[in-house]
């Protein structure tokens, strides 16, 4: 895909034979006026196609939820209102264990509705592919134990319109209990069952070899992908194409110069000795790229050294001309007093030439723009950082979080694995998390199993004594 | 001259009788020694085994009494005036050395080149 738009790009700007048009590759970028990268196409393709589809899936897992919600919490009151409302003149009248009973109900029923609300109504941290499998299992378990108390309900105390209005307080009483299990059965299964690590994962970016290691619990393929997505926004530095395209121009060298002959005739049964015999001449020629690579990273990191001691020097210097104005000053204001974002755009220019030179140089350019760079001075300016910790988000590649949110394409990743996404994470399952230009290489290993052993050291044995080594003369 | 602990210790030696020398109120000998069972046998630079706690003629000042009698660095002394120096410690080694009442010291010495030598002598 992305030859394919090289070779628009290149038909407008200069003819050039055909030979050398690896050598004359350009990069590809985001901000070129004329052309839509490659991302943008996917990004707009994408985002029409997905919102229908999660939406959907999303508003009726919620719709279940919320019916099954209200089912659990009005049942209880059902089962003591109903006997009231049906039988009254039969209903014994309720004694003082009875209304106790009433008591631990309501404070059960706010527990549990505390807890559901801790637990399950929070906003949502993504949308997997596949369903859910514990939650799934614990709503149809709820469900269930619903239903055959409702069962028994209908069944004997309905049809036969029992008297006993205490057993069906403490009937109702034994179902809230039940919940609040269910409940408890519910934490252990989605949050503690997987915050014993027992895997160490293995996340490789594989266009530029970013490795990470986490170590996770025991999850399903698909939470495991989740938890590897929140760190790798934090973690890894972002992705930058631009930092890619020395290598693919080296490879591109590499065989370029290289023609296949077929002396023997026009039978081409050896098309695969062909490219055998490529590939070993063209590992034989004595080519001097290596050379090449070594001297232009040596200059390259001194150039990026230059422009650096450049803009050190700059920012230095533009962070001495403002200063905050001290408390006795607030009467007389010794001249043009100014917020924050006036004053950053006051020293901006000053220091702005620099930075747009150091930012091309080590090919960051289109990660920042002037609009983002005057509000990170404006930010620094107003909590009293030196001019150093300004300059450390431009100095190194920081995680994919800091930068705007277009180069976050958090709706854009897929999840690509040989077993189903949501059996759970074994020792050497390998998966892949495709994003638009890169994916994240994924292999798991198990966490050797430890055996400690104790040796026991008395104080008292701590002794020592000198190395002598003396000499006399006699 | 390898050492197998509860066997006797053979080795080639040699005698020198050192006669010492009044400097002032002391008698000297010319040389120092190092080494003993109290000190820590893998700092002798001259001995073959770095177990061995013998004594060794770590210096000798030149002109003086033990060059004359021909005793060299890194010798090991066996015995002196029929004592052993084999299993002593450093500070009895030098009280042995120099006693007051001694105007000659007969040493035992042994050296690396001494059994080749005399093995060469025989042959």
């Known amino acids: 895909m992305a030859a394919r738009i090289d070779f628009a790009t290149q038909c407008t700007a200069q003819p050039t034979s055909d030979d050398n048009w690896g050598e004359t590759t350009t990069a590809v970028t985001g901000t070129s006026e004329h052309s839509l990268s490659q991302e943008d196409i996917v990004r707009i393709t994408k985002d029409l196609e997905e919102s229908v589809g999660l939406g959907c899936r999303r508003y009726l897992s919620l719709t279940l939820g919320l019916l099954l919600g209200l089912l659990v919490f009005l049942t209880p009151l059902a089962f003591l209102v109903l006997p009231q409302v049906l039988w009254p003149e039969r209903v014994q009248p309720c004694g003082t264990a009875c209304e106790g009973l009433f008591i631990s109900v309501a404070f059960k029923l706010l527990i549990l509705l505390l807890a559901v609300w801790a637990l399950f109504l929070r906003p949502p941290r993504a949308a997997l592919p596949r369903i859910f499998v514990f939650r799934a299992l614990l709503a149809l378990l709820v469900l269930l134990l619903v239903l ?54 293995c996340v490789t970016r594989n266009t530029d070899g970013e490795t990470r290691h986490y170590n996770l619990g025991q999850l399903s393929i698909q939470r495991a992908a989740m938890v590897i997505l929140e760190n790798y926004y934090k973690d890894f530095p972002v992705h930058n194409p631009a930092l890619l395209t020395a290598s693919k ?87 043009e007093v100014m917020d924050p974002r006036e004053a950053a755009q006051a020293i901006f220019p000053s220091m702005a030439r620099a930075l747009q030179k150091y930012l091309r140089t080590t090919r960051q350019q289109h990660c920042h723009s002037m609009e983002s760079i005057q509000k990170h001075l404006a930010f620094c300016i107003t909590h009293n950082m030196t001019p150093k910790a300004f300059l ?60 400690l052993s104790e040796e026991f050291i008395d104080p008292k044995s701590h002794k020592f004594v000198l190395r002598l080594q003396s000499e006399t003369s006699v | 001259m390898s050492f197998v602990p509860g066997e006797p210790v053979t080795a080639v030696v040699q005698r020198i009788e050192i006669h010492k020398l009044r400097q002032g109120e002391n008698l000297i000998l010319g040389f120092s020694i190092g080494g003993g069972i109290d000190q820590d046998p893998g700092q002798n630079p001259f001995s ?76």
């Open chain 1, 148 to 201: 055959s108390y409702w069962l028994f309900y209908g069944v004997r105390i309905l049809d036969s319109q029992d008297e006993n209005y205490q057993g069906i307080v403490q009937y109702a009483v034994s179902l809230v209990d039940a919940l609040l299990f269910v409940h408890y059965l519910a934490i252990v299964l989605l949050e503690l069952r997987q915050l014993q690590p027992c895997f160490c994962v």
């Open chain 1, 249 to 335: 121009s080296r490879a591109a060298k590499h065989l370029a110069g290289l023609k296949v002959y077929n002396v023997d005739g026009p039978g081409n049964n050896a098309t695969a000795g062909q490219s055998r015999a490529m590939i070993a001449a063209a590992a034989r020629r004595r080519d001097t790229s290596h050379n090449e690579l070594y001297y232009e990273e040596a200059d390259h990191e001194r150039r990026v050294r230059k422009r650096k001691a450049r803009l050190v020097v700059a920012v230095e210097e533009a962070f001495t001309h403002v200063r905050r104005m001290q408390e006795e000053e607030l009467k007389k204001p010794p001249g």
């Open chain 1, 392 to 451: 450390e988000s431009y100095l190194t590649p920081g995680p994919t979080l800091q930068y705007g949110r277009e180069r976050w394409m958090a709706s854009q990743w897929t999840l690509v694995s040989e077993a189903s996404v949501t059996s759970s994470l074994r020792d050497g399952t390998a998966f892949l998390l495709k994003c638009i230009d890169f994916s994240l290489v994924v292999t798991t290993k198990g966490i050797p199993y430890i055996k």
């Open chain 2, 48 to 123: 073959e085994d770095k177990t061995d706690k013998g004594i060794y003629v770590t210096r000798v000042t030149p002109g003086g009494p033990a060059e004359v009698a021909d005793l060299r660095m890194g010798d090991k002394i066996m015995q002196v005036n029929g004592w052993d120096m084999t299993m002593v410690t450093h500070d009895q080694a030098r009280k042995r050395l120099t006693k007051k009442n001694e105007d000659v010291v007969r040493l035992l010495v042994t050296r690396k080149g001494l059994e080749n030598a005399v093995r060469n002598a025989m042959m």
